[in-house]
């Protein structure tokens, strides 16, 4: 069975920095497209970020040079590494298994971050 | 402002047809890439509808359907009923941002 489970939201200041995790189970991170996908409150879907199974990456031009997606294929994890955080950055985070045309199949349960002082 | 656009909400009668639109432009719908939708009830993840279009996963029922011409793309559901109230969402491949991107998002109402 596929499973994604994202960890590491929480409440953090803003400039601050947060990584959050997906550890995936039921196949192989490295063979798929993995995205992370974020929704700002009472807002639609954002696509942030998307890692290809060869390694490229892409980003939202919101988050370009401050966001970092990666992956550890040991761990079978997706992460985004978040840095200079902005109150705009504040939503919940999910992490999905995207097909190669771009179909979200596979959606992790969310993890909320909110940037506030 | 989302690249893909939607109507912010649509209503019916149970038992009744809905339809919702999703316009794109030459760098996404209108390049050949395909459609997808999702459908978000409150508090959950978005869960895919439809993809590749017009496909529908394992489990999701025959009301709902899509088709794609030219920029736009649609979501039909048939037989409303009071369980499709939630959000929905249209999602496609844009060239020139190497991304994803979705619609706004359309409130479906039963009434």
């Known amino acids: 069975e596929v499973q994604l489970v994202e960890t590491g939201g929480g409440l953090i200041q803003p400039g601050g920095s947060l990584r959050l995790s997906c550890a995936a189970s039921?196949?192989?991170?490295?063979?798929?497209?993995m995205s992370w996908v974020r929704q700002a409150p009472g807002k639609g879907l954002e696509w942030v970020s998307v890692?290809?199974?060869?390694?490229?990456?892409y980003y939202a031009d919101s988050v370009k040079g401050r966001f970092t997606i990666s992956r550890d294929n040991s761990k079978n994890t997706l992460y985004l590494q978040m840095n200079s955080l902005r109150a705009e950055d504040t939503a919940v985070y999910y992490c999905?298994?995207?097909?190669?045309?771009?179909?979200?199949?596979?959606w992790g349960q969310g993890t909320l971050v909110t940037v506030s002082s | 402002q989302s690249v893909l656009t939607q109507p912010p909400s649509v209503s019916g009668a149970p038992g009744q047809r809905v339809t919702i639109s999703c316009t794109g432009s030459?760098?996404?719908?209108?390049?050949?890439?395909?459609v997808h939708w999702y459908q978000q009830l409150p508090g959950t993840a978005p869960k895919l509808l439809i993809y590749?279009?017009?496909n529908r996963p394992s489990g999701v029922p025959d009301r709902f359907s899509g088709s794609k011409s030219g920029t736009s793309a649609s979501l039909a559901i048939t037989g409303l009923q009071a369980e499709d109230e939630a959000d929905y969402y249209c999602q496609s491949y844009d060239s020139s941002l190497s991304l994803g991107v979705f619609g706004g998002g359309t409130k479906l109402t039963v009434l």
């Open positions: 999905a298994r995207a097909r190669i045309d771009y179909a979200c199949v596979y």
């Open positions: 590749g279009n017009s």
């Open positions: 030459s760098s996404n719908i209108g390049a050949g890439y395909d």
């Open positions: 039921g196949f192989t991170v490295s063979s798929n497209y």
């Open positions: 890692i290809y199974s060869g390694g490229s990456t």
